[in-house]
């Protein structure tokens, strides 16, 4: 609980930047992510960094959600989904039988849902046979934020339900959920120039959120410092 509460504190108010940075240009927001990030490094080294929860041994589905279709494509919510489950099951952070395929959940939530109602998404989890549910909303998905250098980013908010306790089991306290960045240190603008290019930059980036968002629940290696700083 004591890590789970650490790692909420540091990722508290990435709602509000990613409203700025959707609306202006996102100057603050690149230097937000680029310094903090190499602080932490420089203060903690490296090493790793522990889970900010653990999932509870059970029946486990990952549901994408995209409530503001911020998503260019229909296909990268299967892509996000399909990351997360299989970064689970990679680090055993639960294993492969207990997992429903994230594309059938989302199939699933298209034939519940109508045009006019949206279905919850304990319905979804009950109808998939799951005890929890791992909820995944965007909030933005943008590969440039200024409108011409690229610097694709994308933040979404986690939750986690226990459907069998009938309650919201992480983050305990913030029922908005728990923000997660993706991002893509400096693009080669080349990538910018033909369709294809762009929707590779776009598989990319939303393979680096599902990642992100996995390394919630495992012990993993602290972020590449370079990574951040934009070195190649």
């Avoid at 680029?34 to 420089?42: D, E, F, G, L, R």
């Avoid at 979404?156 to 009938?166: E, H, Q, R, W, Y």
């Avoid at 400096?186 to 910018?192: A, G, K, R, T």
Wanted: aromatic fraction near 6%; charged fraction near 25%; charge should be negative.
């Amino acid at each position: 609980m004591h890590d789970s509460r650490r790692f909420t504190r540091r990722l508290v108010g990435l709602r509000s930047m990613l409203s700025l940075f959707m609306l202006t240009a996102a100057t603050g927001l690149l230097v937000g992510c680029n310094i903090v990030v190499p602080v932490a490094y420089v203060l903690e080294g490296p090493g790793t960094i522990p889970a900010a929860y653990e999932l509870r041994e059970t029946t486990t589905a990952v549901f994408v959600d995209d409530p503001t279709n911020a998503f260019p494509r229909t296909a990268l919510r299967s892509m996000v989904g399909v990351q997360i489950t299989d970064a689970l099951i990679a680090n055993d952070a639960i294993t492969s039988n207990l997992m429903v395929d994230s594309r059938d959940v989302l199939s699933l939530s298209r034939a519940l849902e109508t045009s006019n109602d949206r279905v919850s998404i304990e319905r979804i989890g009950r109808e998939a046979g799951v005890e929890q549910v791992i909820y995944v909303a965007l909030d933005g998905f943008a590969l440039t934020l200024d409108g011409f250098t690229p610097r694709p980013t994308a933040v979404c908010s986690i939750k986690v339900l226990d459907l069998a306790m009938g309650s919201r089991v992480f983050p305990a306290d913030d029922p908005n959920g728990l923000e997660v960045v993706g991002q893509i240190r400096e693009v080669d603008p080349s990538n910018f120039q033909s369709f294809a290019k762009r929707r590779r930059v776009e598989d990319d980036l939303a393979m680096r959120l599902g990642r992100n968002v996995a390394e919630l629940f495992y012990e993993h290696e602290r972020v590449d410092l370079g990574e951040n700083l934009g070195i190649r």
